[in-house]
């Protein structure tokens, strides 16, 4: 793996974000909806730097299978979502081909937002298949495979605090005793 991302630069990312964020937001009241599991690390980082109200649902959406290729998105608890006049922050780890967002984004509105804006920690360049608007973006990357900070591999490393690059010969089915899971423990 490559780190591409250290904790400084993560951490600025998010300071920039949070600025960002609570300039184009003023004082109206946040319903923050976060896309698990990839989402942790990034939305704890960020709720705890923005002073507007905030109000936080969490929603899984998945379309990886163990792999790195996607599947058809599968999503879970966003049944009891009210949000008749609310006004919605959706934060996702990253953005790839849209799909999630754009299906989430349609969702909220459907169920009667007053407004819906995407946060995404980042973006890779050049992979959108769909068209959908990010409106905060901590970071570009182009397109390759990235774990830590939330993101995983096959479940794991989503605990490096660091973001990394998969690297070709990364790509393998893990098991506990593997070299990229001891690299967890090793930093
Ligand atoms: P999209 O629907 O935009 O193609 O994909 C978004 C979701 O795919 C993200 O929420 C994330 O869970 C997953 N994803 C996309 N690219 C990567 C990646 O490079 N690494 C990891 N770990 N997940 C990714
Ligand atoms: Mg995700």
Not at 28 to 39: A, D, E, F, Q
Not at 40 to 51: G, N, T
Not at 140 to 152: A, H, I, K
Request: with cysteine; glycine share 8%.
């Amino acid at each position: 793996m490559k780190v591409l991302l250290n904790e400084q630069q993560l951490k600025q990312g998010v300071d920039r974000l949070a600025a960002e964020i609570s300039t184009a937001w003023g004082r109206r009241p946040m319903t923050m909806i976060g896309v698990l599991n990839g989402c942790i690390v990034f939305i704890a980082d960020l709720i705890r730097r923005l002073e507007i109200p905030l109000r936080i649902e969490l929603i899984q959406a998945s379309s990886y299978r163990g792999q790195t290729t996607r599947g058809p998105l599968s999503l879970a608890g966003d049944r009891q979502l009210e949000l008749v006049g609310r006004h919605v922050l959706l934060v996702d780890d990253i953005l790839d081909t849209g799909h999630t967002l754009a299906t989430l984004q349609n969702r909220f509105w459907k169920a009667g937002a007053a407004s819906v804006r995407t946060a995404v920690l980042l973006r890779k360049v050049g992979c959108q298949q769909v068209q959908v608007a990010a409106d905060f973006v901590g970071f570009e990357l182009p397109d390759q495979f990235v774990v830590g900070y939330g993101l995983d591999y096959q479940d794991q490393l989503r605990n490096l605090p660091y973001l990394a690059a998969m690297e070709p010969g990364d790509f393998r089915p893990l098991s506990d005793g593997d070299p990229l899971i001891a690299e967890q423990e090793r930093r």
